[in-house]
C-alpha cells in the first residue's frame, strides 16, 4: 500500500475532522472516515505510565476537565476526564484515547499521521511502545510519523527504518523570517511546513530531491486546489 498516493494529495484529517468534533477523540476520527478522508493526523503525549497519549497538549486543561501535566497522569488518570464537553455538549464523555484503541477502532481503514510531541530526550520513552502498536497491528505501511524535534525523528528511524518520517516545519513569528526549510540536507521521507511558507518552486524543489511535501493546516478549497497543481503529497486539514 504504502503511505502515499501518486497522482493527487491525501487529505488527511487535521487531529481528526476538528471544525466538527473535539480535536482528538475517536468522534472526531470517526467522523474524518464517513467523510471521505484518506487519513487522520493525530497528537502523541507520553503518560506517567509510559503509554502514548493521543492529545495535543502538554496539559489536559484546553481540552478536557481535568488538570496538571499528561506527564504526571497515569493513562488511567487521563482517561478518567471529559475529552468532549468542552467543544459542545452533544460530545460530553469523550475520553482521551491511546493509541492502541485508535489502531483498534479504525485499523487499516486509515492512513495515520503520529506527530510525536517531545519535550525533551525524557520523552525517547515513547517511541518504543508507538512503534510496538504499529507493528502489532500490521499497519507499517499506513503510518508516518511526524515531529518538530529532529532528534526524535532519529529515536523512530533508530528501532524502525521502515517507518517513513516528516520533519515539521513550524510558522514563523510575528517579523521572523522564515526558514529556508526547502534547502535543508533532510535524512528523512518528507518536509511538513506551515501552510504561510509554501510556494510552487519550494514544492518543485524538494520533489526534485526525492522528497515529500506535507502542508499544515490548510482549509481553504482554492488553496487546496492550488497545492494540489503543484503536486504537493499531502494536506493536513481540518475540514474535508
Known sequence: MGFWLEGR???IAHRGLSAHAPENTLVAFRMALERGA????????????GVPMVIHDATLERTTDGRGAVRERTAREIQQYDAGGWFHPDFAGERVP?????????GTRLRYNLELKVLGVDDQRIV???????RAFGLSE???ISSFFLPALNWVKAIAPEIPCALIIPQPKPN????????????FEAFHPHDSVVKAE???????????VGVWTVNDPARKAELTAWGV???LTDRV
Not at 38 to 49: K, N, T, V, W, Y
Not at 98 to 106: G, K, M, Q
Not at 128 to 134: H, S
Request: net charge negative; charged share 20%; hydrophobic share 50%.
Open 9 to 11: 494529495p491525501l487529505m
Open 202 to 212: 519550494h514544492v518543485a524543489h524538494v520533489r526534485q530531491q526525492g522528497k515529500r
Open 233 to 235: 503529497d499531502v494536506i
Open 98 to 106: 491511546t493509541l492502541y484503541e485508535v489502531f483498534e477502532a479504525f
Open 142 to 144: 499506513q503510518v508516518l
Open 176 to 187: 521572523q523570517q522564515a526558514l529556508s526549510w526547502w534547502t535543508f540536507p533532510l535524512p
Open 38 to 49: 484518506d487519513g487522520i493526523e493525530l497528537d502523541l503525549q507520553p503518560s506517567a505510565d
Open 128 to 134: 518504543a511502545p508507538v512503534i510496538e502498536a504499529i
